[in-house]
């Protein structure tokens, strides 16, 4: 099959999943020898734009895993904004040391019900957003040639391709429902209206975490006050350079407590050809 381009569309509030998806990109633009566009649907404004692609390109899908699926707030832009029109399709997801449980086999079927030809498939781990302790400092070295050779490996298969591949088989199940956050007591913790803090003695109004919020929820004018959705994705306690952001909810850190109990052995990442 020819490819003439290599496209990479990525959601990633805090950035990891960003660092993955580059590097499967790179890797398949090296091997192929071709040109690499990338589009980051992080922020509202890109994700109002429609974007097609033809059968002679090669797009790299990715998103992190929030409670085991596609995040339900990025999931319409999958099934609205995004027409395959024949390209070939490498979904990727990015999950916390934890499990991305059906969040690939969504994604796979997202993109095979919109015009895409999935041809390989890879969760890849990356730190926490809520409970940083695990996969701390993932994507790291390792993770990311391991992305590159993914990348390349890809390249490889398609180069032999002489028709349209079957989709790709992944773990999981597209249609089941969320993971159920547990608290420390073996409960379901209910943080659903959980929304970041700000401690004033360390703001300083710079208005980043408004910029970053992938919602547009964060109120410019007042960064204290969140009067839209939150989604817990933590790019503004991530990302504000004074650590100003934090969550206090009880249930959310009973989560996080729980999370940093049990999951702290390093999970390994899965591909799918």
Do not use: W
């Not at 895993?65 to 990025?74: D, F, L, S």
Request: with cysteine.
């Amino acid at each position: 099959m020819e490819i003439e381009k290599v496209r990479v569309v990525y959601y990633s509030a805090t950035g990891t999943t960003e660092k993955v998806v580059t590097a499967v990109a790179e890797g398949l633009a090296r091997e192929l020898g071709k040109p690499l566009e990338t589009v980051n649907i992080s922020s509202p404004a890109e994700r109002e734009k429609d974007i097609s692609f033809t059968d002679t390109d090669l797009v790299v899908v990715g998103t992190p895993t929030y409670a085991g699926r596609i995040p339900n707030k990025m999931l319409p832009y999958f099934q609205t904004k995004l027409t395959g029109n024949g390209a070939l399709g490498v979904p990727v997801v990015l999950f916390g040391n934890r499990n991305f449980d059906n969040s690939l086999a969504e994604l796979c079927a997202e993109l095979e019900a919109h015009g895409f030809h999935t041809v390989a498939a890879a969760a890849f781990v990356g730190q926490h957003a809520f409970a940083t302790k695990l996969a701390a400092g993932r994507p790291d070295e390792e993770d990311l040639a391991q992305a590159e050779r993914f990348g390349k490996d890809i390249a490889v298969k398609i180069k032999g391709l002489t028709q349209i591949p079957a989709p790709v088989q992944v773990s999981g199940d597209p249609a089941a429902p969320y993971y159920t956050p547990l608290g420390t007591d073996g409960q379901p913790a209910k943080f659903l209206k959980a929304k970041p803090q700000t401690d004033p003695d360390k703001c300083t109004d710079c208005g980043l975490c408004a910029a970053v919020c992938p919602m547009g929820s964060i109120d410019p004018a007042d960064v204290s006050s969140v009067p839209g959705v939150c989604i817990k994705c933590q790019a503004c306690v991530v990302k504000c350079p004074t650590g100003a952001k934090y969550f206090d909810d009880p249930a959310f850190l009973s989560h996080k407590d729980m999370l940093e109990t049990n999951y702290t052995r390093r999970a390994e990442s899965q591909l799918f050809f």
